[in-house]
């Protein structure tokens, strides 16, 4: 079947679910007889109805050659937006992952070129064979920000999970719920494809890359895509194409610890096989036809974190001291094989920074590594530059992306300054560093450092003003890197590593290998650092005891810490006692927490984080902000850490409570209102039936609701007032 069949086929079939009526409200008829020259011919696009707003300006055909984001029908079937028909009523149905990439192909193989028609287009700058990630895109997203578009970058973050991938036809994209499972977590795939691509300096103008960095990107190559590949006759003329996307994944943080650390117990050559290095069954090619080709899927794992074994025997090693909490260590093997759960000890936190004794190694499916094209005749003319191809941890914020937080910080006028966090906020799409050098027949270089920046296909000239206003991009996963964590410590999806060229220069590289082992141990204390990295973590800073000058920076739900439902994280909530007529918040005490054990039980949870959008994740930060200065306490960090939050929920109205505080303050709020309860701190108290817990003193307590416009607040017995915030 060729691709114009294969685009025929998919147009019948969308078009009794309301595709053809809408189509024909641009004067595109999708039924008709020669469908070819229907889709070539001029339309008279209508850019009021729902979806079509952030349609490209330029765009008036059905199919716009070698131009996806000027093409009508591949805009209809991709964009997420576009899910009703011309009267404003639900379709019925939607294109399947693989019809969508039918049509795409079919932009680049109306009218395929010669590869010497590509290089004149190039204007005989180097011509390669390279392997994007990419995601078509709603206008707030994409490179320019001025109409939907196709996004490229050549490095692709796929997620770990227990369950299988699901792809969403209304939503385009895949989702990592599992519906009736709120411990279920699907892994998250990425959808790579190969293009004949040009090596250009950076160029904001004209492909990008995203966030053009002055300075720096016009200094840097970067691969920027000019025609898509696919098999057969139709993708370029005079050629008949074979292209296979081979992989290769490997996960050896394990044998890092065993180089890191030494007196482990074990060395060469046993490091250097599995599990210390694992590179099966971490992930493959998705087999499902109607996800198409070129969808890399994460193998799901029965749990996120699982016992290592070594030929047959669970791996046991000397635990080494001051691991800094990266490496697990809390399930010790006695002499007698029995294993003892150090988290029972009053002294465990000690223990494990001491090491000395034999404890369980623990393996996870993260990993990193490549997706490379083989195209034969091109690849045999062509050089081949792969993508960087990470398995990363699993997105507790699925809907909440680095980049529009860190735009939006910068631009929210309420606060002083954007460093909010108790780290820096940068979106990995903004970092400048080569991929992992160390990688089986190594398909990167040390000057190869845009390889996780994000590109558009080349413009002319730069795009014109927008056409219009459009609504929100609806909230979805994204698997390209400005949704993931630019800042290392050791990281979330990657972590950074500083080593030494052949000529003595420092370079900085990403690499897998420099994450926790597993990974829950550096997810445990990053949480409690109130989300170390934002937009990924959860802040589960108010779930333990104060600690050093840490406070909460993102709230987390009464419900999404466990008060009536699900924690995220399967830690006991804090709860407010009496004692001798004092009254304490307790506890359960930070270093009594095992994340790893979590991972082992199945106990972690996105049922109610991966619900939060960007806008509502951006409310509660500022609310937080605000409610922080009308404490007093501004941006003073030991001033914070005297006001734990005790508890904090989305107010749902009715409310008495709210009700009683507009009517006495005379006020009423509008949209959404925060309700939270801080408490002024004092000694801080172990009880003596139970080490494992911490009992803060209560000093006073405040209570605040919040909304957008104002905040009423209430001290201890006092009448409720509204809050003056430019104090």
């Known amino acids: 079947m060729n691709l114009l069949e294969s685009v025929t086929r998919t147009c019948q079939r969308l078009a009794a679910g309301g595709w053809r009526s809408l189509m024909l409200a641009h004067g595109l008829d999708i039924l008709a007889s020669s469908l070819k020259a229907e889709l070539l011919k001029p339309l008279t696009i209508n850019r009021t109805l729902e979806g079509f707003e952030d349609f490209c300006p330029d765009g008036y055909r059905a199919i716009e050659p070698a131009r996806p984001a000027h093409s009508l029908l591949y805009h209809a079937l991709a964009s997420p937006r576009v899910t009703a028909d011309e009267t404003g009523r639900q379709l019925r149905v939607f294109p399947t992952h693989a019809e969508i990439e039918t049509v795409l192909n079919y932009v680049f193989g109306i009218q395929p070129p010669t590869l010497n028609d590509l290089m004149q287009q190039a204007q005989y700058a180097p011509l390669s064979v390279a392997v994007f990630a990419s995601e078509y895109r709603c206008a707030d997203d994409t490179v320019h920000g001025q109409h939907a578009d196709l996004c490229f970058s050549r490095t692709g973050i796929a997620r770990t999970g227990t369950?299988?991938?699901?792809?969403?036809?209304?939503?385009?994209?895949?989702?990592?719920?599992?519906?009736?499972?709120?411990?279920?977590?699907?892994?998250?795939?990425?959808?790579?494809?190969?293009?004949?691509?040009?090596?250009?300096?950076?160029?904001?103008?004209?492909?990008?890359?995203?966030?053009?960095?002055?300075?720096?990107?016009?200094?840097?190559?970067?691969?920027?895509?000019?025609?898509?590949?696919?098999?057969?006759?139709?993708?370029?003329?005079?050629?008949?194409?074979?292209?296979?996307?081979?992989?290769?994944?490997?996960?050896?943080?394990?044998?890092?610890?065993?180089?890191?650390?030494?007196?482990?117990?074990?060395?060469?050559?046993?490091?250097?096989?599995?599990?210390?290095?694992?590179?099966?069954?971490?992930?493959?090619?998705?087999?499902?036809?109607?996800?198409?080709?070129?969808?890399?899927?994460?193998?799901?794992?029965?749990?996120?974190?699982?016992?290592?074994?070594?030929?047959?025997?669970?791996?046991?090693?000397?635990?080494?001291?001051?691991?800094?909490?990266?490496?697990h260590g809390r399930h010790k093997v006695g002499v007698d094989g029995q294993i003892e759960d150090l988290n029972d000890r009053e002294d465990v936190?000690?223990?494990?920074?001491?090491?000395?004794?034999?404890?369980?190694?623990?393996?996870?499916?993260?990993?990193?590594?490549?997706?490379?094209?083989?195209?034969?005749?091109?690849?045999?003319?062509?050089?081949?530059?792969?993508?960087?191809?990470?398995?990363?941890?699993?997105?507790?914020?699925?809907?909440?992306?680095?980049?529009?937080?860190?735009?939006?910080?910068?631009?929210?006028?309420?606060?002083?300054?954007?460093?909010?966090?108790?780290?820096?906020?940068?979106?990995?799409?903004?970092?400048?560093?080569?991929?992992?050098?160390?990688?089986?027949?190594?398909?990167?270089?040390?000057?190869?450092?845009?390889?996780?920046?994000?590109?558009?296909?080349?413009?002319?000239?730069?795009?014109?003003?927008?056409?219009?206003?459009?609504?929100?991009?609806?909230?979805?996963?994204?698997?390209?890197?400005?949704?993931?964590?630019?800042?290392?410590?050791?990281?979330?999806?990657?972590?950074?590593?500083?080593?030494?060229?052949?000529?003595?220069?420092?370079?900085?590289?990403?690499?897998?290998?420099?994450?926790?082992?597993?990974?829950?141990?550096?997810?445990?204390?990053?949480?409690?650092?109130?989300?170390?990295?934002?937009?990924?973590?959860?802040?589960?800073?108010?779930?333990?005891?104060?600690?050093?000058?840490?406070?909460?920076?993102?709230?987390?739900?009464?419900?999404?810490?466990?008060?009536?439902?699900?924690?995220?994280?399967?830690?006991?909530?804090?709860?407010?006692?009496?004692?001798?007529?004092?009254?304490?918040?307790?506890?359960?005490?930070?270093?009594?927490?095992?994340?790893?054990?979590?991972?082992?039980?199945?106990?972690f949870s996105l049922q109610q984080t991966g619900a939060i959008t960007q806008q509502q994740y951006q409310n509660r930060i500022l609310s937080m902000y605000r409610v922080y200065n009308v404490l007093g306490a501004g941006t003073d960090k030991l001033l914070r850490h005297a006001w734990p939050l005790l508890s904090f929920i989305h107010v749902q109205r009715p409310d008495p409570e709210l009700d009683s505080a507009q009517q006495q303050v005379g006020v009423t709020l509008r949209g959404w209102v925060f309700r939270f309860l801080m408490y002024e701190r004092g000694t801080v108290s172990t009880p003596a039936e139970d080490f494992r817990w911490r009992d803060v003193q209560v000093k006073r307590q405040v209570r605040l609701f919040v909304s957008a416009e104002a905040i009423l607040v209430k001290h201890e017995d006092a009448a409720w007032r509204l809050a003056d915030e430019a104090l």
């Open 163 to 327: 369950a299988a991938a699901r792809y969403d036809e209304r939503l385009r994209c895949f989702l990592p719920f599992v519906d009736g499972d709120a411990h279920g977590i699907r892994v998250m795939p990425v959808h790579y494809s190969a293009y004949i691509a040009v090596q250009l300096k950076g160029d904001g103008e004209r492909f990008g890359p995203m966030d053009f960095q002055a300075g720096l990107d016009d200094g840097l190559d970067f691969q920027v895509p000019l025609h898509k590949l696919f098999n057969g006759v139709e993708c370029l003329s005079g050629l008949d194409l074979n292209l296979t996307l081979g992989i290769h994944h490997i996960n050896e943080k394990i044998r890092h610890v065993h180089l890191r650390h030494s007196g482990t117990g074990w060395q060469e050559p046993e490091i250097s096989e599995y599990p210390f290095i694992i590179t099966e069954d971490l992930a493959g090619w998705a087999a499902q036809p109607d996800l198409g080709p070129g969808v890399l899927s994460p193998e799901p794992r029965p749990h996120l974190v699982e016992l290592a074994h070594y030929k047959g025997q669970p791996l046991s090693f000397t635990m080494p001291a001051n691991t800094g909490g990266m490496v």
């Open 349 to 603: 936190a000690e223990l494990v920074r001491q090491g000395g004794y034999r404890a369980l190694h623990y393996q996870d499916g993260t990993a990193d590594g490549y997706v490379r094209a083989i195209c034969p005749p091109l690849t045999d003319e062509l050089p081949s530059k792969a993508a960087y191809s990470v398995i990363g941890a699993t997105d507790y914020f699925p809907f909440c992306v680095q980049r529009r937080l860190l735009h939006w910080v910068k631009e929210e006028p309420a606060f002083s300054s954007p460093d909010i966090w108790h780290a820096r906020l940068e979106a990995l799409s903004n970092v400048r560093n080569c991929a992992n050098l160390g990688l089986k027949d190594q398909p990167f270089t040390s000057e190869d450092r845009g390889i996780t920046a994000i590109v558009t296909l080349p413009h002319k000239s730069a795009p014109g003003p927008a056409s219009g206003t459009w609504s929100p991009s609806p909230p979805r996963p994204s698997s390209l890197p400005d949704a993931a964590a630019g800042i290392f410590g050791p990281g979330w999806e990657v972590g950074q590593v500083r080593q030494q060229d052949m000529d003595g220069n420092w370079i900085h590289m990403l690499a897998g290998y420099q994450m926790a082992s597993p990974f829950c141990e550096d997810k445990r204390i990053c949480a409690a650092l109130g989300s170390y990295w934002p937009g990924v973590a959860p802040d589960s800073a108010r779930t333990f005891e104060p600690r050093s000058s840490l406070h909460t920076i993102i709230p987390l739900t009464d419900a999404e810490t466990g008060i009536g439902n699900v924690a995220w994280d399967n830690q006991p909530s804090p709860q407010l006692i009496q004692d001798h007529g004092s009254t304490f918040v307790r506890y359960r005490a930070y270093e009594y927490s095992d994340y790893t054990q979590v991972a082992l039980e199945n106990r």
